[in-house]
């Protein structure tokens, strides 16, 4: 269970971790112009082992506008924008369910910094595109594994539509985002609050079949990295639609991470794996801490809104401090180590990767005051 501690000084340390944070991502941008880093391989960003699926492009230039933002400098803007303008063609894509992931933190951003509609358009378009992968058959949005699969991932990416719905007024988009996100929590979401990584349905009739998992420990665990995106996504579509079962499956899934996580707040990388498996996954904390943070501002009951806000702040104290923070290992080029991408598939184990970095700064800007 987590252990909440003070938080004195908690500001100044976050300060210290953004800095740290700039101070790295400006390294990457001029060691490796151009490069979109997914994952470290002995803390470097530029390895060759596989992607598995394309869908981090929009991590780095996303903490970049988030940097931009909060200092105003021109330079952030104009490296931002670089690494951004390369992605609209991406609005397109439909080989991937990560569209929020690579919309919501880039040209998103540009946007309300600037209010240029073509911008805006740009996201919308990444929202219809992905709102394409619904199956009317089992009312969920397919992943990349195909279509008979739905992640729970897909949850952070469901904010991307329910923006478009929003900012257009199309009904048939909102009606996608709804059912897509009412079927995940029922599906993918455990009365418990665990959640499951992946659900298979049966594409003749329609019915959920089986839990399911790519990168968490088994079918029936709960693979941290997949709570933290329903902790996230879910509160999310809470604060797009303010229906009411959304935030209950957000506290569900928040309060569940709080009663299983370690005291010091840095996940497991399932949290039913065998107690011999001490391998941790810091980049679901980080996730977790940017969704608590706003969990806490939209709950209904203020003393679970302190609770939740405390956590978060908890979580990034520690995630803010050796031997998580890079800051005093030489040569190390990421921010936040101890992170995993796919265990199963040996990819990123014990690394930096570049989600972990982006929601960790995330995290950070809104401790400080960003919303
Ligand atoms: N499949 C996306 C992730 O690793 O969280």
Known sequence: MLELTSLEGSRETFEAALEFAQKQVKATAERDPGFYPMYTEKGRWRHGKPAWTHWCDGFLPGMMWIFAKRTGSEAWVDLARKYTEPLEPRKMDREVHDLGFIFLSTYHRWYKLTDRQDLNDIVIQAGRTLALRFKEKGQYMSSFMGPESVFIDIMANVGVIFYAALETGDSGLMDVAMRHSLTSG??????????????????????????????????????????????????????????????????????????????????????????????????????????????????????????????????????????????????????????????????????????????????????????
């Open 186 to 371: 029922r599906v993918l979401v455990r009365g418990d609050g665990s959640t499951s990584h992946e659900g298979i349905y049966d594409l003749e009739t329609g019915e959920f079949l089986r839990q399911s998992t790519q990168q968490g420990w088994r079918s029936d665990s709960c693979w941290a990295r997949g709570l933290a995106w329903a902790i996230y996504g879910f509160t999310a579509a809470y604060k797009f639609t303010r229906d009411a079962r959304f935030l209950r499956t957000a506290e569900l899934c928040a309060d569940y991470f709080l009663l299983n996580v370690p005291k010091n707040g840095v996940a497991p990388m399932d949290f039913d794996a065998p107690a011999s498996d001490t391998r941790e996954e810091t980049s679901a904390s980080a996730i977790t801490a940017a969704g608590l943070l706003r969990l806490a501002s939209l709950t209904a009951d203020p003393a679970k809104g302190l609770l939740y806000d405390q956590a978060a702040r908890r979580v990034l104290l520690t995630l803010c401090q050796p031997p998580y923070l890079a800051s005093e290992t030489h040569g190390w080029e990421g921010i936040l180590k101890e992170g995993i991408y796919h265990l199963n598939l040996g990819l990123g184990v014990g690394e930096s990767v570049m989600w972990g970095e982006y929601f960790f700064v995330e995290a950070l800007d809104r401790a400080l005051g960003e919303e």
